[in-house]
C-alpha cells in the first residue's frame, strides 16, 4: 500500500514557477515508476511527466518539454515536479500517481490545484 500527499501548487502570474511536491508512504515507493496528472475544468486528465522507478529515465508531454522538469528522491520518498514559465494553459489540478503495472495506476494522490494567471 502507497499513500501520496501532493503539495506545492498554488496562484502564480505567468512566467512563474512552481514546485509541486509529492510525498509518499510505503516502503515500496523506489519500486514504482511514478507520473504527474493534470486535469483542467471540462477537460481529460492527460498524462504530464513520467520518471522510472531508478530515477533514469524521463518522459513529458510536449506541451512542457523544456519548461516542465520530473525528479525523485528515494531515500525521501518523494517525487517533484519543477514547473518554470508557467502558462495560463497549465492551470489544472496536478496529480501525482504511482505506475503498478503497463499504464496502470495503482495509487493517486488527492490533487493540488495550481492556477496562472495572464
Known amino acids: 500500500q502507497v499513500r501520496l500527499v501532493e503539495s506545492g501548487g498554488g496562484l502564480v502570474q505567468a512566467g512563474g514557477s512552481l514546485r509541486l511536491s509529492c510525498a509518499a508512504s510505503?516502503?515500496?515507493?523506489?519500486?514504482?515508476?511514478m507520473v504527474w496528472f493534470r486535469q483542467a475544468p471540462g477537460k481529460e486528465r492527460e498524462l504530464v511527466a513520467s520518471?522510472?522507478?531508478?530515477?533514469?529515465?524521463?518522459s513529458y508531454r510536449d506541451s512542457v518539454k523544456g519548461r516542465f522538469t520530473i525528479s525523485r528522491d528515494n531515500a525521501k520518498n518523494t517525487v517533484y515536479l519543477q514547473m518554470n514559465s508557467l502558462k495560463p494553459g497549465d492551470t489544472a489540478v496536478y496529480f501525482c500517481?504511482?505506475?503498478?503495472?503497463?499504464?496502470?495506476?495503482?495509487?493517486w494522490g488527492q490533487g493540488t490545484q495550481v492556477t496562472v494567471s495572464s
Open positions: 520518471i522510472r522507478a531508478s530515477g533514469g529515465s524521463t
Open positions: 510505503g516502503r515500496t515507493f523506489s519500486s514504482y515508476a
Open positions: 500517481a504511482a505506475c503498478v503495472g503497463s499504464d496502470v495506476y495503482g495509487y
